[in-house]
Nanobody, 123 residues
Framework: QVQLVESGGGSVQAGGSLRLSCEAS?????MGWFRQGPGKEREGVAF????????DYADSVKGRFTISQHNTQKTLYLHMNNLKPEDSAIYYC???????????????????WGQGTQVTVSS
């Protein structure tokens, strides 16, 4: 079992920045961030291969968000810059054992989930 605990959400004005953290009880090969806005499906945001630091991002956040890890502390980060109102959502940390195979963007391919942290961006 892998427990994931997110923190760092909050409210910010458009153009601002936030950093989300996810503490993991155990590291898996593929760690990622998803988000779900009101009335929307859960969408993949950013993904990290913890073995070689490969990353993958949704087109909507490329150039604005950065995913990183502190391997020793088993903490995953999501640095979010130039935030937009459409980034408002509950952000979830997720983990699965494989990097390749089923699409990393699909929430149903992830085994472990955190409880989520709210991010609100005002215009």
């Amino acid at each position: 079992q892998v427990q994931l605990v997110e923190s760092g959400g909050g409210s910010v004005q458009a153009g601002g920045s936030l950093r989300l953290s996810c503490e993991a009880s155990k590291w898996t090969l593929c760690m990622g961030w998803f988000r779900q806005g009101p009335g929307k499906e859960r969408e993949g945001v950013a993904f990290l291969n913890t073995a070689d630091d490969s990353t993958d991002y949704a087109d909507s956040v490329k150039g604005r968000f950065t995913i990183s890890q502190h391997n020793t502390q088993k903490t995953l980060y999501l640095h979010m810059n130039n935030l937009k109102p459409e980034d408002s959502a509950i952000y979830y940390c997720a983990a699965r054992w494989t990097w390749y195979g089923a699409s990393r963007l699909l929430a149903q391919t992830y085994t472990y989930w955190g409880q989520g942290t709210q991010v609100t961006v005002s215009s």
